[in-house]
């Protein structure tokens, strides 16, 4: 089972990044996918999650209007569209996925993990 996140890099303030993660080894077709990220010298941070059949997301407030999250027709990839990216946007990303458990909070009980993909926005 893996996770392989990409797609990030350096770009100016106000620049747009899309950061993808693809899954293989199983099916995630029916699993609940999020992004998290971690910025150097703080906790890592749930950024965005996405429901299995991808009609359901939720956002944290310091990226709403400026991040979307979705997922590819085959269920198993998932896109975080970043534009107006700020210099507090700066973090290693890491895409996650968690069976859909009644009462479970988006940020809570991911089971697999991917590797990060780093984000520098400069301002």
């Known amino acids: 089972v893996q996770l392989q996140a990409s797609g990030g890099g350096l770009v100016q303030a106000g620049g747009s990044l899309r950061l993808s993660c693809a899954a293989s080894g199983r099916t995630f077709g029916n699993y609940v996918m999020g992004w998290f990220r971690r910025a150097p010298g703080k906790e890592r941070e749930f950024v965005a999650g996405?429901?299995?059949?991808?009609?359901?997301?939720d956002y944290v407030d310091s990226v709403k209007g400026r991040f979307t999250i979705s997922r590819g027709n085959a269920k198993n990839t998932v896109f975080l569209q970043m534009n107006s990216l700020k210099p507090e946007d700066t973090a290693e990303y890491y895409c996650?996925?968690?069976?859909?458990?009644?009462?479970?909070?988006?940020?809570?009980?991911?089971?697999?993990w991917g590797q990060g993909t780093l984000v520098t926005v400069s301002s």
């Open positions: 996650a996925a968690k069976r859909p458990i009644a009462g479970d909070g988006w940020m809570d009980n991911y089971e697999y």
């Open positions: 996405i429901s299995w059949s991808g009609d359901t997301t």
